[in-house]
């Protein structure tokens, strides 16, 4: 019998992609190779990189997998959640997803909680400065529109056309383009790059009288 090395492993390969230095696919130097040495590795951003927009996408794994198709299925057997079409897509079932992550703190406290190791398969994507907002959902007018700092989130809402007889206002939120999501609250919480969802109303369906009694 031969026995394999318990010191062998296969190396790790990930990608960074977009506004570095260099470009490419990179075998992790260590098990706990994290987001900040893969970024030095690639000789840093350039300086058309909008950092903030930077995302890492990262491969399930097959329990990770299994959890996602799951809360799929059930999505898809619930009629009440159904009806929201914005919340299906959202979901899908596709073997990656969107790590929402802060890169200028991770570039500021290498190490950090943010400074995720990286994971065999992770991509790393640094875009250029996106400078337009996205509007969807439950708006007359899906649309994209210029940025405006300062501009409150009734303008951006005006500019799709308004908002729709079934739209859930105070359910409205922002997805940024690293990934991570907020409830709308406030004008500030708009960036460049983003999107702003507004959700369908659940819709209501009276009772019968056989069922009130």
Request: aromatic share 8%; glycine share 8%.
């Amino acid at each position: 019998f031969v026995y394999q090395s318990p010191w062998y492993k296969e190396q790790d390969n990930v990608t960074i992609s977009g506004e570095v230095l260099l470009p490419g696919v990179y075998a992790k130097l260590s098990e706990n190779e994290t987001i900040s040495s893969l970024i030095k590795r690639a000789g840093g951003f350039t300086k058309n990189a909008y950092i903030k927009g930077c995302t890492l996408v990262r491969k399930m794994n097959e329990s990770e997998f299994a959890r996602s198709k799951a809360l799929m299925d059930k999505i898809r057997k619930d009629k009440a959640l159904n009806n929201d079409s914005t919340l299906v897509e959202l979901i899908d079932n596709e073997r990656e997803y969107v790590i929402g992550l802060d890169f200028e703190k991770i570039m500021e406290d290498e190490g950090g909680k943010d400074d995720l190791i990286l994971r065999e398969g992770d991509r790393v994507i640094v875009p250029l400065y996106n400078g337009v907002v996205k509007i969807s959902g439950a708006v007359a007018n899906q649309s994209a529109v210029p940025f405006m700092k300062g501009q409150s989130i009734l303008h951006y809402i005006d500019m799709a056309g308004g908002y729709e007889s079934r739209a859930a206002k105070c359910k409205k939120y922002v997805v940024y383009m690293n990934g991570k999501t907020k409830k709308l609250r406030f004008a500030s919480q708009i960036q460049p790059g983003c999107e702003i969802v507004v959700p369908l109303k659940k819709e209501r369906r009276s009772m019968s009288a056989g069922e009130i009694v």
